[in-house]
């Protein structure tokens, strides 16, 4: 996903914080988990993270300059706390929707569904009409809920975090909803499939 963070992708643009330096793990009598790693590939990092299966989601809002919705897929998305209710994803320092984003009052993250593949990568698409022929409707703070999308959650940027090639962003939740039931769009080993609850 070219405009979406992902943790599959963290390590592709940069190098892991203490890479270069020996590291002794716990798990065998010497104190090491097999061999020791002393440097991290990119592409063997993409890989092996990859097996880790995510839902996708779209973040959108409402541009301030245009007036017009944007947004961006991710993967990189998971609830952070209860009280107070807030949720965290991670943005690519290279994404050129996210500086748009920020600067809305209020984001939606929507959880896509199996069926939305084809929206998520137009999203994921850097430049153009992000919106082009995608229905929404407005959230109650007006950011954008996509048609189709399982669930919404609407959300303001609370703190941004620096890490590695990418941006961790912590957004509390102001209004959330179920949308539409249906199988989520999953993302696994760089593909995309779906999940059905036996």
Known sequence: ???????????AAGRP????????????PNGSAGAQ???????????????????VVAITAIEPATGRPTGLAANSF???????PLV???????????????????????ILSEPQLEVCKQ??????????DIRWTGS???????????AWIECEVEDQHMAGDHVIVVAR???LDKHQEGDPLLFYKGGYGSFSVE
């Open 37 to 55: 790693v002393t440097d991290i590939d990119a592409a063997r990092f993409r890989s092996v993270l990859g097996r880790f299966a995510t839902g």
């Open 1 to 11: 996903m070219a405009e979406a963070a992902t943790a599959h992708t963290a390590a």
């Open 123 to 132: 999203l994921a698409l850097k430049g153009g009409d992000k919106f082009a």
């Open 140 to 150: 109650p703070g007006g950011s954008p809920v996509i048609e189709g999308a399982l």
């Open 78 to 84: 998971t609830s952070v706390s209860l009280d107070p």
């Open 173 to 175: 939740v102001h209004h």
């Open 88 to 110: 965290a994803f991670c943005v690519a320092h290279t994404s050129t929707t996210w500086p748009r984003l920020r600067e809305a009052e209020r984001l939606c993250i929507n």
């Open 17 to 28: 914080p203490g890479q270069g330096t020996e590291r002794r793990m716990h798990g065998s």
